[in-house]
Protein backbone atom coordinates (compact mmCIF):
# COMPACT_ATOMS: atom_id res chain seq x y z
CA UNK A 1 0.00 0.00 0.00
CA UNK A 2 0.72 3.45 -0.65
CA UNK A 3 0.12 6.58 1.37
CA UNK A 4 0.57 10.38 -0.53
CA UNK A 5 0.08 13.57 1.44
CA UNK A 6 0.21 16.83 -0.09
CA UNK A 7 0.84 20.38 1.03
CA UNK A 8 1.92 23.18 0.47
CA UNK A 9 -0.97 25.01 -1.51
CA UNK A 10 -1.86 28.32 -0.72
CA UNK A 11 -3.43 31.46 -2.49
CA UNK A 12 -0.81 33.64 -4.40
CA UNK A 13 -1.21 36.76 -6.60
CA UNK A 14 -0.31 36.22 -10.33
CA UNK A 15 3.39 35.79 -11.18
CA UNK A 16 3.75 34.49 -7.60
CA UNK A 17 5.38 30.82 -6.51
CA UNK A 18 4.08 28.03 -4.50
CA UNK A 19 6.30 24.90 -4.20
CA UNK A 20 4.35 21.60 -3.20
CA UNK A 21 5.14 18.54 -1.34
CA UNK A 22 4.35 15.12 -1.66
CA UNK A 23 5.63 12.86 0.75
CA UNK A 24 4.92 9.02 0.19
CA UNK A 25 5.06 6.15 2.46
CA UNK A 26 5.09 2.50 2.03
CA UNK A 27 6.95 -0.39 0.09
CA UNK A 28 5.51 0.53 -3.16
CA UNK A 29 6.51 4.07 -3.12
CA UNK A 30 9.09 5.69 -5.97
CA UNK A 31 9.70 8.88 -6.80
CA UNK A 32 10.22 7.22 -10.11
CA UNK A 33 6.65 6.94 -10.36
CA UNK A 34 4.91 9.81 -9.29
CA UNK A 35 3.28 12.83 -11.11
CA UNK A 36 1.10 15.87 -10.41
CA UNK A 37 -2.30 16.24 -11.80
CA UNK A 38 -4.91 19.22 -11.19
CA UNK A 39 -8.46 19.68 -10.97
CA UNK A 40 -10.25 22.79 -11.78
CA UNK A 41 -13.77 23.13 -10.65
CA UNK A 42 -15.82 21.62 -13.25
CA UNK A 43 -12.64 19.91 -15.55
CA UNK A 44 -11.48 16.85 -15.97
CA UNK A 45 -8.18 16.23 -14.29
CA UNK A 46 -5.24 16.58 -16.40
CA UNK A 47 -1.80 15.21 -15.74
CA UNK A 48 0.94 18.46 -15.00
CA UNK A 49 4.02 16.91 -14.74
CA UNK A 50 5.96 13.12 -13.76
CA UNK A 51 9.22 12.00 -12.75
CA UNK A 52 9.32 8.39 -14.90
CA UNK A 53 11.71 5.67 -13.69
CA UNK A 54 14.35 6.45 -16.07
CA UNK A 55 14.65 9.84 -14.11
CA UNK A 56 13.38 12.10 -17.04
CA UNK A 57 10.24 14.19 -16.13
CA UNK A 58 7.20 15.21 -18.78
CA UNK A 59 4.93 18.61 -18.30
CA UNK A 60 1.99 19.47 -19.71
CA UNK A 61 2.60 22.20 -22.13
CA UNK A 62 0.67 25.15 -20.46
CA UNK A 63 3.11 24.49 -17.87
CA UNK A 64 6.55 23.71 -19.41
CA UNK A 65 9.42 26.32 -18.56
CA UNK A 66 7.37 27.47 -15.29
CA UNK A 67 6.76 24.36 -13.01
CA UNK A 68 9.56 21.81 -12.45
CA UNK A 69 9.15 18.50 -10.92
CA UNK A 70 11.79 16.81 -8.84
CA UNK A 71 12.32 14.25 -6.13
CA UNK A 72 14.36 13.46 -3.08
CA UNK A 73 14.77 9.45 -2.53
CA UNK A 74 15.98 10.28 1.09
CA UNK A 75 12.96 11.75 2.12
CA UNK A 76 10.71 10.21 -0.38
CA UNK A 77 9.29 13.65 -1.42
CA UNK A 78 8.48 14.51 -4.64
CA UNK A 79 8.01 18.65 -5.03
CA UNK A 80 6.70 20.20 -7.22
CA UNK A 81 8.15 23.70 -7.74
CA UNK A 82 5.53 26.45 -9.63
CA UNK A 83 6.70 29.94 -10.83
CA UNK A 84 5.04 32.42 -12.56
CA UNK A 85 1.88 31.28 -12.03
CA UNK A 86 -1.23 32.52 -13.83
CA UNK A 87 -5.09 32.53 -12.25
CA UNK A 88 -5.74 29.70 -14.45
CA UNK A 89 -3.28 27.67 -12.94
CA UNK A 90 -5.76 27.63 -9.61
CA UNK A 91 -7.21 24.12 -9.07
CA UNK A 92 -6.68 21.01 -6.72
CA UNK A 93 -3.55 19.37 -7.28
CA UNK A 94 -2.98 15.85 -6.31
CA UNK A 95 -0.03 13.48 -6.19
CA UNK A 96 -0.26 10.60 -7.50
CA UNK A 97 1.95 7.03 -7.69
CA UNK A 98 0.93 4.13 -9.38
CA UNK A 99 -3.05 3.44 -8.82
CA UNK A 100 -2.88 5.75 -5.48
CA UNK A 101 -3.89 9.77 -4.97
CA UNK A 102 -3.18 12.31 -2.08
CA UNK A 103 -6.17 14.22 -0.81
CA UNK A 104 -4.55 17.22 -3.02
CA UNK A 105 -3.83 20.51 -2.43
CA UNK A 106 -5.79 23.56 -3.07
CA UNK A 107 -3.80 26.64 -4.97
CA UNK A 108 -5.60 29.62 -5.84
CA UNK A 109 -3.72 32.65 -8.11
CA UNK A 110 -5.33 35.96 -7.79
CA UNK A 111 -4.83 38.26 -10.91
Known amino acids: QVRLVESGGGLVQAGGSLRLSCVGT????????VGWYRQAPGKQRELVAR???????NYADSVRGRFTISGDNAKKTVYLQMNSLKPEDSAVYYC?????WGQGTQVTVSS
Open 96 to 100: NCMAY
Open 51 to 57: ILSSGST
Open 26 to 33: GFFFSIGA
